[in-house]
């Protein structure tokens, strides 16, 4: 299948600062690119879909000035947490589609931990 | 909410034996598909079955779907200690997917 990198693999930063978490389709060319948020032992939530070009759509109670998603490339999605704090630690999952009705692919994850 | 409930949670066996997972789901839907998670990991694309097909199977999975029920079971045979994952059940919405809470498995040599 097609393959979903994610960059990087794990960051611990200090409270108050900002992180920023790379999602890229390494061998096909994404339209769309979604974010997932999973805390141990949950399911994966979805947190905000985006479209190359155009402003991310966020599901409900996630708060867009705090969670940034750019997807300025087909090939690439940003995900930048601003002014983190210790409960936004969790494990981040992007995933990537062609378009829709084509299967997504899923990253690696991000593993989030604010101290 | 369109969230799909896994059972059991939890779920430990021997290597050899079958492990059965079930899924719940609340609205209509196109196609129902299984992920397994390995812990620490992203997820990995099991098998899609769609709304119109009963049962399918791929190597030593085999997937079947109730539509009338609004239920689906994954089940592994001759499990393997590499089985040993977390597996979802996931719906797609108008274009998202709705993952279910996930059921652990783990196989013990």
């Known amino acids: 299948g097609a393959v979903v990198s994610q960059h990087p693999s794990w960051v611990i930063c200090k409270s108050g600062t900002s992180v920023k978490i790379e999602c890229r389709s390494l061998d096909f060319q994404a339209t769309t690119m979604f974010w997932y948020r999973q805390f141990p032992k949950q399911s994966l939530m979805l947190m905000a879909t985006s479209n190359e070009g155009s402003k991310a759509t966020y599901e409900q109670g996630v708060e867009k000035d705090k969670f940034l998603i750019n997807h300025a490339s087909l090939t690439l999605s940003t995900l930048t947490v601003t002014s983190a704090h210790p409960e936004d630690s969790s494990f981040y999952i992007c995933s990537a589609r062609f378009r829709r009705g084509h299967e997504q692919y899923f990253g690696p994850g991000t593993r989030l931990t604010v101290t | 909410s369109q969230q799909g409930e896994e059972d059991p949670q939890a779920l430990s066996i021997q290597e050899g034996e079958n492990a059965t997972m079930n899924c719940s789901y609340k609205?209509?839907?196109?196609?129902l598909q299984w992920y397994r998670q390995n812990s620490g990991r992203g997820l990995v694309h099991l098998i899609l079955?769609?709304?119109?097909?009963r049962e399918k199977h791929s190597g030593r999975l085999r997937v079947t779907l109730d539509t009338s029920k609004k239920s689906s079971s994954l089940l592994i045979t001759a499990s393997r200690a590499a089985d040993t994952a977390s597996y979802f059940c996931?719906?797609?919405?108008?274009?998202?997917?709705?993952f279910g809470k996930g059921t652990m498995l783990l196989v013990s040599p």
């Open positions: 996931a719906t797609i919405g108008y274009s998202t997917l709705t």
């Open positions: 609205t209509s839907i196109n196609n």
């Open positions: 079955i769609r709304s119109n097909e």
